[in-house]
DNA sequence: GTCTTGCTTATCCATGTGGCTAAGTATTTC
DNA sequence: GAAATACTTAGCCACATGGATAAGCAAGAC
């Protein structure tokens, strides 16, 4: 009953992809809040934003909890972790072969320009 | 003609939402590469993979440039700094906030337990 | 010149997503 | 207990998305 999704890129990237989503992500960063004040800004039917605060939590960047009739949400930005985890895998990927190619260069040039370039 | 998108967060996110356009940044992060040679790991017809990069290029991640008959993409990492700094500014947000709690809990404990706190 | 290669364009289809309304349930409040 | 509040559930609809096939086209290879 408690079943948590475990968190997968492909849900946090989604979740982040609706600028609606990204307001309450923004909104909770402030602090926790409930369901209607979260709303409140959003021109839409209750229903529909409720879809979005459920693919939030799917993404595991929103946890809520009811009491009484009315739900807290709280944001969990620990769930951005995985995202910047990859974004940084690329970036760090990419600027590595730069170096290289950088190096490369350089000891090409520190060469007599007559010799080719040891592969060793 | 040389209309290039703006880079929207909404494509950023929903770009990297997938998991073949991951791949895709992934294995262009190694290096620059023809359409042939990307779309090669995926088990996908060439046009179902060419409307991921597609999406990878409206979103500014890719560019390409054909020569002959081959296009040739190259991976641009300057359109994943929007989204990191899109989750650094929430972050920040969050935990100054946690840290303002944090002195507010630690004033109120150094205060006599028996005087309530300053509201000032 | 014909053949092959490497995309490109045009459709099509199933499913997912983002919105809606209508009606239901569980707390408070009066 | 009746009424208001704060969600919930169910179902509908339009359009976007991720996949497919079929056919086209320009550049190289032979």
Redesign the pocket.
Known sequence: MDKQDPITLDALF?AL??P??RAVVAQLAEGPA??????AP????????????D?LEKAGLVR?E???????CTFHPEALQAVETWIDRQRRIWTGRLDRLDRLAQSLADQSPSKPPETS
Do not use: I, Q, Y
């Open positions: 989604a992809a609706d609606t989503r409930p369901v209607s004040e979260l709303a959003h021109d839409m039917a209750l229903p529909s934003f409720l879809k979005h605060l693919r809520s009811k009491t009484g009739r009315v739900r807290v």
